[in-house]
């Protein structure tokens, strides 16, 4: 199963996007008391079937991802995906949901650097966020394929998996990401077709209790059979 987080700290005890240090570390616990082995977005999609095993991705691309997950991550030995808002790393940008520069602010490329010698995995969550189905083909593409190129610049490394942004998605811009050289991308919600273009994922937010991601577990364990 591959888990799907946006932000991880203890200062929004009422931001859905944020889920409590004490308990994210109490998923990963949870997780692996029942079995399951961490693995990278790279060896689950080639290991999903083999077993129970379980990835972290991470949207967006914030800085508590580094200052506050990372820590907990490494301690056992969790190697996540975080999909960036290319144009966002790096910047004064904050999402317009928050208001404070430090806590709310996003990766700088040290950090991400910092991470990727760790053996964090990176992807793109495009270039700016946008609802890629209400964009002519020309800038889907662009934030496509240019957030692609854009990060793999910024870190010298190839860009391998995408994240569609609010996971809208169709079939035009699901072959734009598979055209754009990506070996697959992953999806909240999704209740269509499974393939390497629309890996399922289970989103978990700061409101889930730990009884509501053991139904979320058992349910995804349930329709994957």
């Not at 317009?96 to 950090?111: A, F, I, S, V």
């Not at 990401?177 to 289970?202: C, E, F, M, Q």
Request: proline share 3%; net charge positive; with cysteine.
């Amino acid at each position: 199963m591959i888990l799907a987080y946006h932000r991880i700290n203890s200062w929004y005890v009422n931001d859905a996007l944020s889920v409590s240090a004490e308990m994210f570390e109490f998923q990963i616990r949870f997780l692996l008391r029942k079995g399951y082995e961490p693995v990278s977005l790279r060896q689950y999609v080639r290991e999903k079937d083999s077993g129970k095993v379980f990835c972290i991705t991470f949207d967006d691309g914030f800085a508590d991802n580094f200052l506050v997950a990372f820590p907990i991550m490494k301690k056992y030995g969790i190697k996540p995906t975080i999909f960036l808002i290319a144009h966002s790393i790096g910047t004064e940008k904050i999402h317009e949901k928050y208001k404070d520069r430090e806590k709310d602010r996003y990766l700088k490329w040290k950090e991400v650097q910092d991470m990727l010698k760790a053996g964090v995995d990176f992807g793109s969550h495009t270039l700016t966020h946008p609802k890629l189905t209400e964009l002519s083909r020309k800038d889907a593409w662009n934030e496509i394929f240019g957030s692609k190129k854009f990060i793999e610049k910024n870190i010298g490394q190839r860009i391998d998996f995408f994240c569609y942004p609010y996971g809208i998605q169709n079939e035009k811009v699901r072959e734009a990401v598979k055209n754009a050289g990506y070996l697959g991308a992953v999806i909240t919600n999704w209740k269509g077709k499974h393939d390497l273009y629309s890996l399922p994922r289970i989103g978990v937010y700061g409101h889930n209790s730990l009884f509501a991601f053991r139904v979320k577990l058992w349910r995804a364990n349930l329709f994957s059979r």
